[in-house]
């Protein structure tokens, strides 16, 4: 039944669901607290800039199915995809709600549905996120353990399991390895750097500005180059001075257009690339017959491939969760902003304008 509910639910959120405005009165109150008809939201209806991201105070709330939770958000977090959804670039049926991760209190349990009571503190992996209250899989909600604030987790949850299966299984990353990450202030880019130096890795990371090339260094990185700075321009020669004109083994690149190039030059011949985003765009078709010179891996990981059994799931949540609980693992909130200011959120993700994690408060 498991598997059939997470193959569910990964179907459910694999390019992107559309949000139909439920029918409250099909709602069924199994365990549930008291909860109201209607609910804060942001809907998308159509394609376009910040301007179509539309605030409403009075939508109804979501009945939670089979297989599924209700919870009512504490806070949700905000991701660069979250803008190719808004855009088209990702095409969806709409209207939706944007938002695919978020930490909260279950509201209601689904009929049929085991493991979680009313009450538990949980973080979710869904649709739906910029909303009070979002109907969630319970094949990808995790209870939140104690000694882990919410902000704390919606800092790290998508982009950290995101991490962790990255630098596990996409590239095994091994100590010594050299590493270029790009945008390695950002949400996802600021724990990978922690992750990959607990690894052992010899990371360079790349940024924009001297605050952010500042926070890269304090988190441990042995080269931060800063791509706006005339001196770093060229930076695929300073990376290939750091490395001794060899190249690094792996590239982690979430920046997509701009960098793509310079990411094939700087990779060592036998190397790997991983690119994971298009926050300049999305990288052109690229002939084959690049990547022959210096026989070159390209990957194109998501997370979601990586976590289709719950035993693959919880594998991942857990060793998130003993890392920030050990401390290993820090966490940095750009801001908290409150659910009408999400077209600034998109504003200042866009703009990259941000450092660390953006987080909405519903």
């Known amino acids: 039944m498991f598997r059939s509910l997470l193959r569910s639910s990964l179907r459910f959120i694999g390019l992107r669901n559309h949000i139909v405005p439920p029918s409250v009165n099909q709602f069924i109150p199994i365990r549930n607290m008291s909860i109201p008809t209607t609910m804060k939201a942001v809907v998308v209806e159509q394609t376009g800039g910040p301007e179509v991201l539309q605030y409403k105070t009075s939508y109804p ?3 939670p199915q089979a297989g599924q939770l209700l919870v009512r958000n504490n806070i949700s977090g905000v991701n660069y995809i979250d803008t190719y959804f808004r855009t088209g670039l990702y095409p969806a049926p709409k209207p939706e709600i944007l938002g695919r991760e978020g930490a909260g209190v279950v509201a209601a349990v689904g009929p049929g549905t085991s493991g979680f009571q009313v009450g538990d503190r949980v973080a979710w992996l869904s649709t739906g996120g910029y909303a009070e209250y979002t109907a969630v899989p319970v094949a990808l909600t995790a209870k939140i353990p104690e000694g882990i604030s919410d902000e704390d987790i919606m800092a790290s949850f998508l982009s950290g399991l995101t991490v962790l299966s990255f630098v596990k299984e996409t590239y095994p990353v091994q100590k010594g390895d050299w590493v270029l990450l790009h945008a390695a202030a950002g949400g996802a880019g600021f724990l990978m750097t922690q992750i990959l130096k607990i690894l052992g890795a010899k990371v360079i990371g790349t940024a924009g500005g001297p ?10 990185a042995d080269v931060v180059i800063d791509y706006r700075s005339v001196e770093d321009k060229n930076w695929v020669r300073k990376v290939k001075e750091a490395t001794g004109g060899r190249g690094v083994d792996v590239v ?3 920046v997509g257009k701009d960098t793509w190039e310079g990411s094939l030059e700087a990779v060592k011949r036998k190397g790997t690339i991983v690119w994971f985003g298009n926050a300049s765009g999305p990288v052109p078709p690229l002939p084959l017959a690049k990547l022959t010179p210096k026989c070159v891996k ?5 997370l979601f491939g990586y976590i289709q059994t719950r035993e693959e799931f919880e594998s ?4 998130l ?3 920030l609980k050990s401390g290993q693992l820090k966490t940095k909130i750009h801001k908290i902003y409150p659910l009408e200011d999400i077209a600034q959120v998109h504003k200042d993700l866009e703009g990259r304008k941000t450092m660390g994690k953006p987080l909405l408060r519903p």
């Open 316 to 319: 991942y949540t857990n060793e």
């Open 211 to 220: 605050e952010k090339c500042a926070l890269v260094k304090s988190l441990g």
């Open 321 to 323: 969760f003993s890392l």
């Open 252 to 254: 982690y690149d979430s």
């Open 298 to 302: 390209i990957a194109r990981p998501s």
């Open 61 to 63: 709330v979501p009945t």
